[in-house]
């Protein structure tokens, strides 16, 4: 019985790569928190007040929010184009508004900043929907959730490169000079992996869900065969393809393409306010505020600059192990369990860092400090395991074919809502209350464990064209038969009690 199966070879291979565009996407967040501190950007900038930070963050979530929204770029790309040629779009506009932040200079240099920075968020509104998009369309329905974990494992990884990047150029300060571009050329390195995924996605299968959606019928079969060769029989691959033709023309026939029907359709408005609500939980618990403010975070307790920017590597570094922990348990553990152990860990992370910080105020004490560092970095591990990847997991399955794009983009705007609001909450909080802002975002992670168990039906196994199923049964329409106990289509070398 083989275990290492050329399927399974093709799927890790795909979504690893496809996880490289998530890379650009974290590495654009992890290297604007070295940014924000750097001298050479502070100098350039002028005087950044706290608000005037909190813009050059938030901005970023406006061109996702308009980008991504979710009505003008991403989701009329990913359908139209599909979803390679979406990310390649993204991919090339993160290039481009890239530039513009590495060439912002002279008077109009916040405002050049400012430009790039939306311009950017256009670009990784699209990507951070197409990545999980295909690696969810692509997967089988037993593995799904491992696969599109790997779009947060890429995510974590450019998060980790950017807060290294941003570390190794504070050495780069010998002249004027060099504390003038060091922080321009850390900005530039992002183009490297820009051009790695922008060539290599042509070259890849496009997602036989997609493929059915626009009629290319002998297309997607040649897909899904390769997807699915050596780990399922080739009956089990025409039935899956049946299936997915079925439940295509099904939600064709009642005129679900359009965006309007998830909200005029009651089935489909159940999962957008679902999905869109734990996109916007997913910032809302302070992610936001992490992810860009660390090395601020860090100053506050006293760290010098330089060592503020390792500690955040390391924390990033971290993480990538626990995301990768995360993948080898949402497919066991389900993604409800792993959201609500993720909360319960960040709340605990938060409430005792305020609490320190109320206790031994001003740095008065090291042993504090240092417990609040490593409960940043318990809080930081509880995202990594919770709603960092499982908020994209769940999105991106529970929407049908011919709405998948529209549903997953239209809830990722809740998380763009939220980072809007944290990023300019968070930075502005610390400055005036201090570590009381920690209970707000306490707050925040414990309200969302009873809302996660009470309202997120579980998915995990389930095959995508077996969401109405769910749903359905979730908002307790009459005279639907569904089994509690309906088991994934496993490859054909794994056995059932294996899966118990």
């Given at each position: 019985?083989?275990?290492?199966?050329?399927?399974?070879i093709?799927?890790?291979?795909?979504?690893?790569?496809?996880a490289?565009?998530?890379?650009?996407?974290?590495y654009?967040?992890?290297?604007?928190?070295?940014v924000?501190?750097?001298?050479?950007?502070?100098?350039?900038?002028?005087?950044?007040?706290?608000?005037?930070?909190?813009?050059?963050?938030?901005?970023?979530?406006?061109?996702?929010?308009?980008?991504?929204?979710?009505?003008?770029?991403?989701?009329?790309?990913?359908?139209?184009?599909g979803?390679?040629?979406?990310?390649?779009?993204?991919?090339?506009?993160?290039?481009v508004?890239?530039?513009?932040?590495?060439?912002?200079?002279g008077?109009?240099?916040?405002?050049?900043?400012?430009?790039?920075?939306i311009?950017?968020?256009?670009?990784?509104?699209?990507?951070?929907?197409?990545?999980?998009l295909?690696?969810?369309?692509?997967?089988?329905?037993g593995?799904?959730?491992?696969?599109?974990?790997?779009?947060?494992?890429?995510?974590?990884a450019?998060?980790?490169?950017?807060?290294?990047?941003g570390?190794?150029?504070?050495?780069?300060?010998?002249?004027e000079?060099?504390?003038?571009?060091?922080?321009?050329?850390?900005?530039?390195?992002?183009?490297?992996?820009?051009?790695?995924?922008?060539?290599?996605?042509p070259?890849?299968?496009?997602?036989?869900?997609?493929?059915i959606?626009?009629?290319?019928?002998?297309?997607?079969?040649?897909?899904?065969?390769?997807?699915?060769?050596?780990?399922?029989?080739?009956?089990?691959?025409?039935?899956?393809?049946t299936?997915?033709?079925?439940?295509?023309?099904?939600?064709?026939?009642?005129?679900?393409?359009?965006?309007?029907?998830?909200?005029?359709?009651?089935?489909?408005?159940?999962?957008?306010?679902?999905?869109?609500?734990?996109?916007?939980?997913?910032?809302?618990?302070?992610?936001t505020?992490?992810?860009?403010?660390?090395?601020?975070?860090?100053?506050?307790?006293?760290?010098?600059?330089?060592?503020?920017?390792m500690?955040?590597?390391?924390?990033?570094?971290?993480?990538?192990?626990?995301?990768?922990?995360?993948?080898?348990?949402?497919?066991?553990?389900?993604?409800?369990?792993?959201?609500t152990?993720?909360?319960?860990?960040?709340?605990?992370?938060?409430?005792?860092?305020?609490?320190?910080?109320?206790?031994?105020?001003?740095?008065?004490?090291?042993?504090?400090?240092?417990a609040?560092?490593?409960?940043?970095?318990?809080?930081?591990?509880?995202?990594?395991?919770?709603?960092?990847?499982?908020?994209?997991?769940?999105?991106?399955?529970?929407?049908?074919t011919?709405v998948?794009?529209?549903?997953?983009?239209?809830?990722?705007?809740?998380?763009?809502?939220?980072?809007?609001?944290?990023?300019?909450?968070?930075?502005?909080?610390?400055?005036?209350?201090?570590?009381?802002?920690?209970?707000?975002?306490?707050?925040?992670?414990?309200?969302?464990?009873?809302?996660?168990?009470?309202?997120?039906?579980?998915?995990?196994?389930?095959?995508?064209?077996?969401?109405?199923?769910?749903?359905?049964?979730?908002?307790?329409?009459?005279?639907?038969?569904?089994?509690?106990?309906?088991?994934?289509?496993?490859?054909?070398?794994?056995?059932?009690?294996?899966?118990?």
């Amino acid at each position: 019985m083989a275990l290492v199966t050329k399927a399974g070879i093709r799927l890790h291979l795909l979504c690893i790569f496809f996880a490289v565009g998530s890379f650009v996407w974290g590495y654009n967040v992890g290297i604007l928190s070295s940014v924000l501190v750097h001298p050479g950007f502070v100098k350039t900038m002028g005087h950044l007040t706290p608000s005037r930070k909190g813009v050059i963050t938030a901005i970023y979530y406006l061109g996702t929010w308009y980008g991504l929204s979710y009505i003008f770029v991403s989701h009329p790309a990913s359908d139209l184009f599909g979803r390679r040629y979406a990310a390649l779009i993204g991919i090339f506009t993160v290039a481009v508004g890239s530039a513009f932040e590495c060439g912002a200079t002279g008077s109009g240099a916040y405002a050049m900043m400012i430009v790039g920075r939306i311009i950017s968020g256009v670009g990784v509104g699209m990507l951070s929907t197409s990545v999980p998009l295909y690696q969810s369309e692509v997967a089988p329905a037993g593995k799904r959730g491992k696969y599109v974990v790997l779009n947060h494992v890429g995510f974590v990884a450019g998060l980790a490169a950017g807060f290294w990047v941003g570390y190794a150029v504070t050495f780069w300060d010998a002249t004027e000079h060099d504390v003038y571009i060091s922080w321009r050329v850390s900005l530039a390195v992002i183009l490297i992996p820009c051009f790695i995924f922008g060539v290599g996605l042509p070259f890849l299968p496009e997602t036989p869900r997609w493929l059915i959606e626009h009629g290319h019928y002998d297309a997607a079969h040649k897909s899904l065969h390769w997807l699915r060769e050596g780990s399922f029989t080739d009956a089990e691959v025409d039935a899956e393809l049946t299936h997915i033709r079925d439940n295509v023309e099904a939600h064709r026939a009642s005129g679900e393409a359009s965006w309007l029907s998830l909200f005029r359709d009651r089935n489909l408005f159940e999962r957008l306010w679902r999905a869109s609500l734990l996109q916007f939980m997913a910032q809302m618990c302070g992610a936001t505020a992490m992810k860009y403010y660390l090395p601020t975070l860090f100053a506050k307790l006293g760290l010098p600059t330089r060592v503020t920017l390792m500690a955040g590597g390391i924390e990033s570094t971290l993480k990538i192990g626990m995301t990768v922990i995360e993948m080898l348990l949402i497919d066991r553990l389900g993604r409800r369990v792993t959201l609500t152990a993720g909360c319960v860990a960040m709340g605990f992370g938060m409430l005792i860092n305020g609490v320190l910080g109320q206790v031994y105020p001003d740095n008065t004490n090291s042993a504090a400090d240092v417990a609040c560092i490593v409960f940043i970095f318990i809080y930081a591990l509880g995202y990594s395991m919770g709603f960092g990847p499982a908020a994209w997991v769940y999105g991106s399955e529970i929407f049908p074919t011919s709405v998948r794009a529209r549903g997953l983009n239209f809830s990722a705007s809740g998380g763009a809502i939220g980072s809007i609001v944290v990023a300019q909450v968070w930075p502005v909080g610390i400055d005036t209350i201090g570590s009381k802002i920690y209970f707000f975002f306490m707050a925040v992670n414990f309200v969302c464990i009873p809302i996660i168990i009470f309202f997120y039906p579980e998915t995990k196994g389930r095959p995508l064209e077996d969401m109405d199923l769910l749903f359905n049964k979730n908002i307790g329409r009459a005279g639907e038969d569904v089994d509690e106990h309906c088991e994934p289509v496993l490859p054909k070398n794994v056995s059932r009690q294996s899966q118990s």
